[in-house]
């Protein structure tokens, strides 16, 4: 058993350290608070070649793994979770459905413009009244000569203000009284296709969140991804993907929060001496470092099965679940060391504990993780 990591992912770490200290950290918090999208840094990410980082090269990708993958996007959230969730998305809700589920055809068509950084990618799964019930979806699309005609709404959909295209779900016909489920890529600036971006979020306030409408968009028979009816099956794979994304983010946000207040907790005096010297702080941080370490062993062993073929559902949910609620445990001690301060944004904590959140709830709610990780244990 090797926990060391390749030299290629060992450079990869250093890279992204380098890139999130010296491009992202700095305007972090005035794009928190103007909601700024980090337009610039995923134009710069492209550049290096890290918009297609765990594809193929000749799709436009850089040949990478998914460790390397996770490795990128806590350097990002470590700084800053929104630009790490807007990488995040792109890569495993974006690319990895066509990667995985489309014809050569598609991946040279809409693959390789994502992976070179041209479009951002997103994909369209959540409803508003289809959320923890994924196949619950709504949106309907109805066959119409060679055409598809698609009717319905997308909610919280991320990145989808600058996506060319997406994926999204649409049922297509039933099966035994069950929803026959599609997947299908649909240019967003098809007729009667609106991308809508109003929401008033807890955190995360320069990420980008959509909510779609399509009324009688139309797409051909060649904008099916995979296969009539294998939507459900594909969105679930599609998830496990990006359940080891947000775990790696959980990560990146846990771990920032610690070096924060580790930070403070040695310069801050109270009583003739630095808070890091009383022991109820020192536990603190102990707790805190201990659980970010056992959640990034276990975020990167999700992505080494992954890697290796093997099957990775369970994991994917432990990591996924494990670290969010880590990240959240961590962003609230980490405000509680800095006492009133915490509560100020000038002091970030107060960022990562909102951003946190969300961990707990993209892809799948930490309810669900546990459902599935029952599931996979027999229950």
Request: hydrophobic share 40%; glycine share 10%.
């Amino acid at each position: 058993m090797n926990y060391d990591l390749t030299p290629e992912q060992q450079m990869i770490r250093s890279l992204m350290r380098d890139f999130a200290e010296g491009e992202v950290a700095p305007e972090a918090d005035e794009r928190d608070r103007q909601k700024r999208f980090p337009e610039e840094i995923m134009r710069k990410m492209a550049g290096l070649k890290l918009l297609g980082l765990p594809f193929p090269e000749e799709y436009g990708g850089a040949g990478g793994d998914t460790v390397s993958f996770a490795i990128a996007v806590e350097e990002l959230s470590r700084v800053c979770a929104s630009t790490g969730i807007t990488y995040s998305a792109h890569i495993s809700l974006g690319c990895a459905p066509i990667y995985m589920f489309g014809t050569r055809e598609q991946k040279e068509k809409y693959l390789v413009p994502l992976c070179e950084g041209k479009t951002l990618g997103a994909f369209g799964l959540t409803e508003p009244n289809a959320g923890s019930d994924a196949g619950g979806t709504r949106t309907k699309a109805v066959k119409d000569g060679q055409e598809w005609v698609i009717n319905g709404n997308k909610c919280f959909i991320t990145n989808a203000s600058y996506a060319r295209y997406l994926a999204l779900t649409a049922v297509t016909g039933q099966v035994g009284g069950a929803r026959e489920i599609t997947s299908f890529i649909v240019p967003t600036d098809a007729p009667g296709f609106q991308v809508i971006d109003n929401y008033e979020k807890m955190g995360l306030h320069s990420s980008n969140t959509t909510e779609l409408v399509l009324e009688n968009v139309r797409v051909p028979d060649d904008n099916i991804l995979g296969e009539i009816g294998k939507g459900f099956k594909q969105f679930l794979i599609t998830l496990d993907g990006g359940r080891i994304g947000i775990g790696a983010m959980a990560v990146g946000i846990a771990q920032g929060a610690y070096e924060l207040a580790l930070k403070y907790a040695k310069e801050r005096t109270q009583f003739g001496r630095s808070l890091s010297k009383f022991q109820a702080i020192q536990h603190k941080l102990a707790d805190m470092h201990m659980k970010i370490e056992l959640a990034r062993t276990y975020v990167y062993k999700a992505a080494w099965l992954k890697d290796q073929g093997r099957r990775y559902i369970r994991e994917a949910a432990i990591c996924k679940l494990y670290a969010s609620e880590i990240a959240m445990e961590v962003a609230n001690q980490a405000v509680q060391i800095h006492g009133g301060w915490g509560y100020m944004h000038d002091y970030k904590v107060e960022r990562f504990f909102r951003d946190a959140k969300l961990t707990e709830i993209g892809e799948g709610t930490s309810e669900i993780q546990r459902n599935i990780i029952a599931r996979e244990i027999g229950c």
